[in-house]
């Protein structure tokens, strides 16, 4: 019920986790607000891919190349970038299977917020 109120709200996936003995859910709010994204200095590409992420829940180069109208090499270069900054988590390593994701939070350091 908590993953389906999630996603009906367009909220990311809560985590549930076994620390110590404890049962602990950790339930994420959407940190991609307008004043976070405009600190990322974003291209328009992005921040409709952002707007993508956020309605459909994941993201391949495939799609992003057919979604965007953008070469393999842009669509890989433009999720890398996404990816480095912390807007971005990658699942898979390599190949067909490799999806992308929404992040939970930005990057430390300096490609943070």
């Given at each position: 019920?908590?993953?389906?109120?999630?996603l009906?709200?367009?909220?990311?996936?809560?985590?549930?986790?076994?620390?110590?003995?404890?049962?602990t859910?950790?339930?994420?709010?959407?940190?991609?607000?307008e004043?976070?994204?405009?600190?990322?200095?974003?291209?328009?590409?992005h921040?409709?891919?952002?707007?993508?992420?956020?309605?459909?829940?994941?993201?391949?180069?495939?799609?992003y190349?057919?979604e965007?109208?953008?070469?393999?090499?842009?669509?890989?270069?433009?999720?890398?970038?996404?990816?480095s900054?912390g807007?971005?988590?990658k699942?898979?390593?390599?190949?067909?299977?490799?999806?992308?994701?929404l992040?939970?939070?930005?990057?430390?350091?300096?490609?943070?917020?």
């Amino acid at each position: 019920m908590m993953i389906r109120e999630s996603l009906a709200h367009a909220l990311p996936e809560p985590d549930f986790s076994q620390r110590g003995g404890e049962f602990t859910i950790t339930l994420w709010r959407d940190w991609l607000t307008e004043e976070v994204l405009t600190r990322f200095h974003l291209t328009e590409r992005h921040m409709q891919a952002v707007v993508y992420l956020k309605t459909h829940h994941v993201i391949t180069n495939s799609i992003y190349q057919s979604e965007f109208k953008a070469s393999k090499r842009t669509a890989s270069r433009d999720l890398d970038e996404m990816l480095s900054k912390g807007i971005l988590e990658k699942v898979g390593t390599t190949g067909k299977g490799v999806h992308y994701r929404l992040g939970k939070g930005a990057a430390k350091g300096p490609k943070g917020p």
